[in-house]
Each structure stands twice: as structure tokens, then as C-alpha cells.
């Protein structure tokens, strides 16, 4: 059954239909004194306040009802039991295992009952174990100036933005390069910038067959060849072996690569939920060990909640359900992700591969079309930049699209008077969507009534960080879980990959033999005349 065939589903399109036209949130707030306490709410170390969107009790009374006629706590248990959940590919999707402690942390109880779940958790302690001590070998080799980290998608998104996240943590002396577009300009740069003898290259693929990453990965083996020409060919065997790191499901792959240190994961990992696995090694080279092990934590106790807490006040589930709702009865296209924090400026590219390449779906689990919209698109800048761009349009133009601030508390070693500047920033933008400017001469006017999400964070620490990471990673999870979608697969990016390379093999013939005229026309004027 779809999810518009809920008994729910309809009862919220009812309440849709009778939100009279001048309901308002900021009439809500007039009307109901608790709305402030009844829509905040604090998960580990993420405090939220939902009272600046446009829903009321009712309403989100609604939404848990369709969380529950959808399974969602089945589902839940479900990923937390290692089913195969990811039916089209066939595997389980257990991010969460990557960040569980040895004895089973905060879901200790809830797991012993699942032998299964242990060989996994110790193959996971192990290699995390190697990992770590990788990390702060390199971090200990002072010869280390730079490393380079090549890889795309969940393969480069999560650890660039930890490594920003965390810049106030990461070591000095040493610089830290992330390429990942086949543009050869990136790599091309980096290359220009770094000492052979200094530099240590990360190759990073759960699949190690993803074309841009090997064509990358080749050319930076290339370029160290040269450089190093004057090496016998065993020193410079001995060279690429130091210089060289492969992080991996294909550990075959990666040997016949000619790289000797892989750190391996596992099939169950998804690409966008990879950060946590081996995938981290720059973050944990970045941070160090324990920081890395503080920002597993924080995702630990974030995944904690999700399992314990009772859906009305679980974080994950409420705004998974207020997505739904702007989705799905509002009409919202976009959400746009406002962080107050330089060091969250790439979250917005981190989330839009989170969201969309997870929720981005039109058929269901059982390949039935879903009739209702899924994932909305993710968008943003980092504040204040944002308001001084797009923001104009949030106040004033004519589409309505939910902001999600994101502010510290604490700005850790920001100026004071910059981080004043910053949150009172930020608060200041929430309190204009919402109450609108009335006063003034037509173009003046702001309609207020926008909803807006405050997420709050007491600084922006290893621990907060992985926490943030496992609140948007199980967000998607349950809104994935009201559709009916499988979030973990991605076909839809296969078939690109299919036809660039069907490209490259027709340039190489010379065959149109059935390509539109536009595509002909197009490799013509750009590969070949
Ligand atoms: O483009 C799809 C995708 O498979 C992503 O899901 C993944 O994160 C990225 O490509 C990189 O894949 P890999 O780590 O296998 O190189």
C-alpha cells in the first residue's frame, strides 16, 4: 500500500484543506502559549526549535500517525538488525555499526540478542583500530606536509566537510587537498602545489571502479612516477607503497593497482554513509585518534536516541515528518540549509548527496511508481553570505522555501564580536521570516509567516559534528521509510556512467549510428572538430 492510501495520509490532506488561508504561525504563537516548550526539543547535542514552522499539534499529532500505519518503528528495527534493507542491491545498511563501540555502547541491550551483528562489530573494531594508528603515523611523520585525498561522492563529501567542520582541531603543519572532479585543472592544482617526497595520496572508492576517481588516481600515479624517475624501479616500487593509500571495499583492486596499504570496509556501507568507515582516514589524520573516536561518539549517542526515544520526542522522526509535510501537503520544493558557521560551509553539497542521491526516487521498494513527491531539493550558503544573495527572495519573492539555520553557541576560537555578529545574525533572519515587515512603502513590504527550523549546537566539536551527521542520516531514513523507498541504492547515476562511456567508445569508432542529432552535434563540436 502506498503511503497515500493511509488512512493518515488522508486525514493530513483534510487538515491541509482546512488550514484556513490566514493561518498563521505567527498566530499560533499567539493563540498557544506552550508552543515554544510543545516544538523544542534536545537530542545529544543537537538542540532543536520547530516552532517557527507551519504546523500545530494537530497536525504533527497526524504525521506520528502515519509514522506508525507506516512501520517506521519496524523499519528502524530493522536497519538496526542488519536486515537486508537495501533489497535492489541486495545488502544491509549499517552506517551505524561503524560507530558503535566494542561492547555495544548505548544499544548494549538492544543488540545482544543479534550474534550476527558481532563478527561485523569486531571487523569494524579492527580495522578502525588500523586506521587510527595509520592517522597518527602520518600525523607523526613530520615529512608529511600534504595529503591528497581523491575520491568522489560519499568517497570525498564527508570527509571535506569534516575536515572543515573540525579545522579548529586539525593539526598544523600539514595541508589537507580533496580532488574529486575529473576536471584535471583540480588535481592539476594540487599537483603544482606538493613535494613528491612530502605528499601522501589517499585513494578512496568503495568500488575502486568509479571512472573519475580511477583516471585521477591513475594521473596522480603518473605524476609521482616522473617525478621520481631517478629511483630504481624497487625503490620507487618501495616509494609509491609509502606514498600511496587505498581505502576500499575492492581490496583486490586496489593490489592490482599497485598500492600495498588498504584499509578495507564493507558492501554494507553505502558511499554516502561512508565516513565513518575507513573512508575517514583524512579526518582522522586531520584530528587525530581520538578526536575521530569523539566524533563516532557523538554520532553513537545521536544513533541512541533514534532508537530509544519515543517517536513525539524523537529528533530524526520529527523532522523527517515536518519534511513530509512541506513536501507533501505544503508543496514545497526546497529546503534551503542556512549554517551560521564557516566551518559548516560545504554541509549544503554534503546533505544535497545525503538527501537527494538517497530520497531522489520515483518507485517504490517493489519497483511500484510512489504517487506522491520524495526528496525536495537541498540548498544553501552559508550565513551571512547567504543574506546578502538569495535571501531577498526567501523575504520577498514568491515561492515559499523552509530555512534550516544551524548556529553554535560556543564560536571557539572565532573573535567574540564576529560571533555575536554571527548568531544574532542568524536569530535575526528567523524572527524576519516569521513576523514579516509591514510598515513602509510597498517594496518594502516582507510577508513574514516563512517557516524556518533552528538547529543549535553548543559548539562545533568532534562529538556535535558526528551527532549533526547521524541526525540527517536517519532523518533521510524516515522520510525514505514514509514513501516506501529504498534509500540506500542510487541506480539513477548509472545511467550516465552507461552512455559516457558508450561516448567514448563511438569517438573511438566514429559510430551515430541511432545517438539523437543534439548529442552528435555536441561531441562534434566539443571532442572532435
Ligand atoms: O555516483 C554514485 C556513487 O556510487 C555514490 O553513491 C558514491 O558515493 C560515489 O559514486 C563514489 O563511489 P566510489 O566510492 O565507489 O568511488
Not at 504533527?60 to 530493522?78: F, I, K
Not at 545574525?425 to 524572527?431: K, M, R, Y
Request: with cysteine.
Amino acid at each position: 500500500m502506498g503511503c497515500d492510501q493511509t488512512s493518515a495520509w488522508q486525514s493530513l490532506a483534510l487538515l491541509r484543506s482546512q488550514q484556513t488561508q490566514d493561518w498563521d504561525i505567527r498566530g499560533a504563537f499567539a493563540s498557544d502559549a506552550r508552543r515554544l516548550t510543545d516544538f523544542s526539543l534536545q537530542a545529544p547535542h543537537v538542540f532543536a526549535d520547530l516552532s517557527k514552522n507551519a504546523w500545530d499539534a494537530q497536525v504533527e499529532a497526524t504525521l506520528m500517525a502515519l509514522a506508525r500505519e507506516r512501520r517506521l518503528e519496524s523499519w528502524r528495527t530493522a536497519l538496526f538488525g542488519g536486515e537486508v534493507i537495501n533489497t535492489s542491491e541486495h545488502r544491509a545498511a549499517m552506517h551505524w555499526l561503524l560507530r558503535m563501540p566494542a561492547d555495544g555502547g548505548e544499544l548494549a541491550a538492544a543488540l545482544s540478542g543479534n550474534t550476527a551483528l558481532q563478527q561485523p562489530l569486531r571487523d569494524v573494531h579492527q580495522t578502525l583500530d588500523a586506521m587510527l594508528a595509520l592517522a597518527e603515523r602520518v600525523r607523526g611523520d613530520a615529512l608529511i606536509t600534504d595529503v591528497v585525498n581523491i575520491g568522489i561522492g560519499g568517497s570525498h563529501l564527508g570527509p571535506e566537510v569534516a575536515v572543515n567542520a573540525l579545522e579548529d582541531w586539525v593539526t598544523t603543519g600539514k595541508r589537507f587537498h580533496f580532488v574529486s572532479n575529473v576536471d584535471g585543472h583540480e588535481l592539476g592544482h594540487v599537483l603544482d602545489k606538493v613535494d613528491v617526497r612530502h605528499t601522501l595520496f589517499i585513494v578512496a572508492s568503495k568500488s575502486f571502479t568509479t571512472a573519475e576517481t580511477m583516471l585521477n588516481a591513475r594521473s596522480a600515479r603518473a605524476w609521482f612516477m616522473a617525478q621520481t624517475a631517478a629511483l630504481s624501479a624497487e625503490e620507487q616500487a618501495q616509494a609509491v607503497a609509502r606514498h600511496f593509500v587505498a581505502l576500499t571495499t575492492n581490496t583486490a583492486a586496489a593490489a592490482d593497482f599497485g598500492i600495498h596499504t588498504t584499509l578495507p570496509f564493507w558492501d554494507w556501507v553505502g558511499g554516502r554513509y561512508s565516513q565513518w568507515s575507513a573512508i575517514g582516514l583524512p579526518v582522522a589524520i586531520a584530528v587525530g585518534a581520538e578526536r575521530f573516536r569523539e566524533m563516532l561518539a557523538g554520532a553513537h549517542a545521536m544513533d541512541a536516541h533514534f532508537v530509544q526515544a519515543p517517536l513525539e520526542q524523537n529528533l530524526p522522526v520529527r523532522l523527517a515528518l515536518l519534511d513530509v509535510w512541506y513536501r507533501n501537503f505544503m508543496g514545497y520544493g526546497s529546503r534551503c540549509m542556512a549554517a551560521y558557521s564557516h566551518g559548516l560551509r560545504r554541509l549544503p553539497a554534503y546533505l544535497q548527496q545525503l538527501e537527494m542521491e538517497s530520497n531522489g526516487k520515483s518507485v517504490d521498494r517493489d519497483g511500484r511508481p510512489v504517487r506522491v513527491q520524495t526528496s525536495a531539493v537541498v540548498w544553501g550558503e552559508p550565513g551571512t553570505n547567504g543574506q546578502h544573495a538569495f535571501f531577498q527572495m526567501l523575504h520577498q519573492g514568491q515561492d515559499v522555501v523552509p530555512v534550516e539555520f544551524i548556529a553554535l553557541r560556543d564560536g571557539g576560537k572565532h573573535l567574540g564580536a564576529h560571533h555575536r555578529s554571527l548568531v544574532v545574525n542568524a536569530v535575526a533572519q528567523a524572527q524576519a521570516l516569521l513576523m514579516g515587515r509591514h510598515d513602509g512603502r510597498p517594496e518594502q513590504h516582507c510577508p513574514g509567516n516563512r517557516p524556518s527550523t533552528f538547529l543549535l549546537l553548543e559548539r562545533l566539536d568532534p562529538a556535535s559534528f558526528g551527532a549533526l551527521v547521524a541526525l540527517y542520516e536517519h532523518r533521510v531514513f524516515c522520510s525514505g521509510v514514509i514513501w516506501g523507498i529504498n534509500s540506500f541504492d542510487q541506480w539513477g547515476v548509472e545511467l550516465g556512467k552507461l552512455l559516457a562511456k558508450d561516448l567514448q567508445d563511438r569517438i573511438a569508432r566514429k559510430d551515430w549510428q541511432g545517438v539523437d542529432a543534439s548529442t552528435t552535434a555536441l561531441v562534434r563540436q566539443l571532442l572532435l572538430d
